[in-house]
């Protein structure tokens, strides 16, 4: 298992994994079978299945023999993917599962917060969205 913030390949870079080919470096750049990152706030689970690569789109897996896992486990805060809730992920050794979860979280306050701290008022506003 490998838990990065960003990318498997070059760590240091904070890279993105977003596209197919960030996808792809991330898979060639980690030997393990369960890769975990962040970064993008974008919640997904990406399978490697041979020379194949599948984006999971439910929020259960169960995993398979022979098969690795690049997962992003979203964020807690300022989501990107259009869904304003909390992400959050479940890896269950015992089961052999991972689980994405979404929750509510106080936007309003975590918005006022921004805005008392001075930042950008982008950064509030897209709350709001998930964007």
Same mark, same amino acid.
């Given at each position: 298992m ?8 070059e ?6 994994v ?8 991330g898979?060639?750049a980690s030997?393990? &079978? ?5 970064h993008s706030?974008?919640p997904?689970?990406?399978?490697? &299945? ?5 984006q ?8 398979e ?10 964020? %807690?805060?300022?989501?990107r993917?259009?869904?304003?809730k909390a ?7 015992d %089961?052999?599962t ?7 979280y106080?936007?309003?306050t975590a918005?006022?917060?921004? &805005?008392e701290?001075?930042?950008p008022?982008?950064?509030a ?7």
């Amino acid at each position: 298992m490998l838990l990065v913030h960003a990318s498997p390949h070059e760590p240091a870079a904070w890279h993105y994994v977003i596209a197919v080919g960030d996808v792809l470096r991330g898979f060639k750049a980690s030997a393990a &079978r369960l890769t975990f990152v962040g970064h993008s706030h974008q919640p997904a689970i990406l399978v490697a &299945r041979g020379e194949e690569y599948l984006q999971f789109n439910g929020n259960r897996l169960t995993l398979e023999p022979g098969c690795r896992y690049l997962v992003n486990v979203g964020s %807690a805060g300022q989501p990107r993917d259009r869904n304003p809730k909390a992400s959050y992920l479940i890896y269950d050794s015992d %089961a052999g599962t991972l689980s994405l979860e979404r929750v509510p979280y106080d936007v309003a306050t975590a918005q006022r917060k921004i &805005r008392e701290a001075g930042l950008p008022e982008a950064l509030a506003a897209r709350l709001e969205s998930g964007t």
